[in-house]
């Protein structure tokens, strides 16, 4: 994941619209949105992602439990809201998603506390960049030692630039963005053999508007990449003895450029000095132990912010631990009876949640499912979606995959806190996850 500005992907936001209709008959519990009387006992808002595809999906439906009771049918105000005075305390939710070509996907979120709760988001939009041009920056990139090595772009909320850049360190950035404002300049130069960043370079406040030439605005590389970062890890058992870092620099929610190392620890990462003006940058500090599809812990993960210190100490939560189905390797799956059929794990009791996901390995899924519980919550049996709104009901026989994921995050409280629609995305916070990918075959 030369240099120019990161241009954001643009993404296709489809239009949220009404789901076409159908003639099937309303179930037991309430499948239309009727106009009740009384005020509503559980409500539950979708999230954004969802709404905003309809025309991926056949129908959507909201189940409280297993559906035979209480279910209601999605409409595009992303709202459900159920009435019955026997719908108290904790509710089991699911979203049965059917896509156009009838594949079903199912997230259900347990123990969730109401009376209205907001699903949360597992995709973000991203807005298309405008391209209005507001002006031009000229100059040159100073204290290079090879030239030709060198990157130069634009900073600055709601703005991008396009860059030329000469062989002596001469460039031009055409600024654009919808409105006239002002963007820092940022030029790094690279080890030409390993991409490393040697030394970096910043210029603050340059106003561009009206479509004007601004010249002269010359970036010196005066900060080698010559100070380091301890980082060490905070008691538990890794799982494996060697540790990979990066530590990423962001400005104005831009990531400008990371160093990185591996090894044991203590670990060494190279940085640069915290003076000015890169004392105004947030450092995110990433560390990471295991791999992914190694069992049977897999790989943990912090990510957190970094202070004015030469020293990181980071805490990781103990490994997940899939206990049921069992699981194995993608070149030697487990296999497992599809007949009783229950999923269990063992999270850190200190996480605030826990996810796993199952789905066909290696092509089209009938039916994905996603399970989120607290970490109180170590169990879940799937099952038997209603037939009158999801074309597949059970799992068929196959080969699967697992992928189940612990969450620890400081700005939430608990597990409610992702329910609150409140809780904010900002990537500035610590985090801890864990993280394993497994497979078995279901006969």
């Keep these: 994941m030369t240099q120019t500005r990161l241009i954001p992907l643009l993404v296709l936001i489809l ?123 000229t100059g040159k990139v100073t204290g290079a030692s090879n030239p030709s090595a060198l990157s130069v772009n634009v900073v600055g909320n709601d703005h991008f630039g396009i860059t030329t850049l000469a062989d002596d360190g001469s460039f031009s950035i055409d600024i654009r963005g919808e409105a006239p404002g002002k963007v820092d300049l940022f030029a790094k130069e690279t080890h030409g053999t390993d991409g490393t960043v040697l030394r970096v370079g910043l210029a603050r406040d340059i106003a561009v508007s009206a479509g004007t030439t601004v010249s002269g605005q010359d970036v010196a590389l005066d900060h ?98 899939i206990i049921s189905p069992a699981v194995g390797t993608l070149e030697a799956p487990a296999s497992t009876s599809r007949s009783g059929l229950v999923l269990r794990w063992a999270p850190d009791a200190s996480a605030h949640l826990t996810e796993v996901e199952f789905a066909t390995n290696g092509g089209p899924s009938p039916l994905e499912w996603t399970v989120v519980a607290p970490t109180s919550i170590t169990s879940f049996t799937p099952f038997t979606l209603p037939a009158d709104i999801a074309p597949v009901t059970t799992f068929p026989a196959g080969f699967y995959s697992v992928w189940a994921t612990t969450l620890w995050q400081a700005n939430a409280s608990g597990y409610a806190s992702f329910f609150t629609g409140s809780l904010s995305n900002n990537p500035y916070v610590e985090t801890r996850t864990t993280r394993l990918l497994a497979y078995f075959e279901l006969q």
């Design 15 to 137: 239009v949220g619209c009404p789901s076409p209709t159908t003639d099937d008959p309303t179930p037991d519990g309430g499948t239309g949105q009727e106009e009740p009387t009384s005020p509503p006992t559980f409500t539950v808002h979708v999230p954004e992602i969802v709404t905003a595809a309809f025309l991926l999906y056949r129908n959507i439906d909201v189940l409280l439990g297993d559906g035979s009771r209480f279910r209601e049918r999605l409409d595009s105000s992303g709202v459900v809201r159920f009435h019955d005075p026997a719908i108290v305390g904790p509710q089991d939710v699911s979203l049965v998603m059917v896509r156009t070509n009838g594949a079903v996907e199912v997230k259900t979120y347990l123990a969730i506390n109401g009376p209205e709760v907001r699903l949360p988001n597992t995709l973000y939009l991203l807005a298309t960049p405008s391209f209005t041009k507001q002006g031009t920056i």
């Design 224 to 321: 080698p990449v010559d100070q380091s970062l301890g980082v060490t890890v905070a008691g538990g058992e890794l799982p494996d003895s060697s540790l990979n870092a990066s530590l990423h620099y962001i400005l104005s929610d831009q990531l400008l450029f990371s160093t990185s190392g591996s090894g044991t620890q203590p670990l060494s990462l190279p940085m640069v000095a915290r003076t000015a003006p890169f004392d105004t940058f947030n450092l995110m500090l990433r560390v990471t132990s295991g791999d992914l599809m190694k069992l049977p812990g897999g790989r943990v993960q912090a990510d957190m912010p970094v202070g004015a210190g030469s020293s990181a100490r980071v805490t990781f939560l103990n490994p997940l631990g």
